[in-house]
């Protein structure tokens, strides 16, 4: 159940292209939408991956604990992909 809710928290975490940038330049086409479905699951992967891989040095933890890890790993990984995908653009 735990998984369940990290995947979620990921899928949360995983944030709109381009939010790194100051100020964030809008994008006059809308993104596809297969392409939100991507990111939210390379999130959610992010998020399962952080309390696999991080979450035994934590033992104990709690709901909040585990879904701020979760967040957290889907903030990286839907990031990192992101970027990617970004870079596989042009």
């Known amino acids: ?3 369940a809710l990290a995947a979620m928290m990921g899928w949360c975490g995983t ?3 381009g939010w790194w940038r100051f100020p964030p330049k809008p994008d006059p086409d809308p993104e596809p939408w297969w392409r939100d479905i ?3 699951l390379i999130g959610a992967v992010g998020g399962i991956g952080a309390a696999v891989i991080i979450g035994p040095d934590f033992q104990g933890m709690g709901l909040l604990e585990t ?3 979760g ?3 889907g903030v990286f990984l839907g990031s ?3 970027a990617l995908m970004g870079a596989a653009r042009g």
């Open 38 to 40: 991507l990111g939210g």
């Open 80 to 82: 990192a992909g992101n």
């Open 67 to 69: 879904a701020v890890l």
């Open 15 to 17: 944030k709109w292209p």
């Open 71 to 73: 967040f957290g790993g």
């Open 1 to 3: 159940m735990s998984l």
